[in-house]
């Protein structure tokens, strides 16, 4: 017994010893790419090549007539719960090419639950308030970060070895580095353009059999 748990405590520090983490900030420049933006939030920085084993159930809700939170990451096959903590009516759909889905209608206080597998972004849309919008961002693995105002991120025990890192941002912005990773902490720094402007209406999404266009002006303020 005393052999196993030694055995398991050096594993387990050889195996912390070769991983490390990854460090750094995005920033978000406009269409243009000529001025940054004032805030840098709503981009993921993950790593691809390789998958790992979704755990736990993520969570969006809707309040005050929107999506929380604007950009939520979740690794492929996880359970997402979509509640409506507002006091309207909503809906859930997206009509993404590869997975896209309609959860039709629910009230105050229910939800319901998506499972997604393809990887990248999956916009996400109510189709009776068409001003909400959010992204579910798939990811292969657990090594993801989501940046903060001011751009910085940070992935937390990345394995040893060579890395493709790829960052992507709600308005469209992507960019991609090769990386090695050691046993100190990695820093960099990721510059993205914008390919959309930064105030940018939702596109009316196709309605639902179930709907008619008076469903989109049942409140007075759209």
Same mark, same amino acid.
């Given at each position: 017994?005393?052999?196993?748990?030694?055995?398991?405590?050096l594993l387990l520090t050889s195996t912390l010893s070769q991983a490390?983490?990854?460090?750094?900030?995005?920033?978000?420049?406009?269409?243009?790419?000529?001025?940054?933006?004032?805030?840098?939030?709503?981009?993921?920085?993950?790593?691809?090549?390789?998958?790992?084993?979704?755990?736990?159930?993520?969570?969006?809700?809707?309040?005050?007539?929107?999506?929380?939170?604007?950009?939520?990451?979740?690794?492929?096959?996880?359970?997402? #719960?979509?509640?409506?903590?507002? =006091?309207?009516?909503? !809906?859930?759909?997206?009509?993404?090419? $590869?997975?896209?889905?309609? /959860? *039709?209608?629910?009230?105050?206080?229910?939800?319901?639950?998506?499972?997604l597998r393809e990887i990248g972004p999956h916009t996400i849309y109510?189709?009776?308030?068409?001003?909400?919008?959010?992204?579910?961002?798939?990811?292969?693995?657990?090594?993801?970060?989501?940046?903060?105002?001011?751009?910085?991120?940070?992935?937390?025990?990345?394995?040893?070895?060579?890395? #493709?890192?790829?960052?992507?941002? =709600?308005?469209?912005? !992507?960019?991609?580095?090769?990386?090695? $990773?050691?046993?100190?902490? /990695? *820093?960099?720094?990721?510059?993205?353009?914008?390919?959309?402007?930064?105030?940018?209406?939702?596109?009316?999404?196709?309605?639902?059999?179930?709907?008619?266009?008076?469903?989109?002006?049942?409140?007075?303020?759209?």
């Open positions: 017994m005393r052999i196993a748990l030694i055995s398991l405590v490390s983490d990854i460090e750094g900030k995005v920033i978000v420049m406009d269409k243009s790419g000529q001025s940054p933006l004032n805030s840098n939030a709503h981009a993921i920085v993950y790593l691809e090549g390789f998958s790992t084993e979704p755990t736990g159930i993520a969570m969006m809700d809707q309040q005050g007539k929107r999506f929380i939170p604007r950009l939520l990451a979740v690794v492929s096959g996880q359970p997402i #719960r979509f509640s409506n903590s507002d =006091i309207y009516q909503h !809906s859930v759909f997206s009509p993404h090419a $590869v997975e896209p889905f309609d /959860l *039709s209608r629910f009230r105050q206080g229910e939800s319901r639950t998506a499972v109510c189709n009776i308030h068409q001003d909400m919008i959010a992204d579910v961002f798939v990811v292969p693995n657990r090594y993801f970060s989501l940046t903060d105002d001011t751009g910085n991120f940070r992935i937390t025990d990345v394995p040893k070895g060579d890395h #493709r890192l790829r960052v992507w941002h =709600i308005l469209g912005g !992507s960019a991609v580095r090769s990386l090695n $990773v050691g046993t100190e902490t /990695l *820093s960099i720094t990721l510059k993205l353009r914008s390919r959309k402007m930064v105030v940018e209406k939702p596109k009316a999404p196709q309605l639902s059999p179930q709907d008619t266009p008076d469903d989109y002006d049942k409140d007075s303020d759209y």
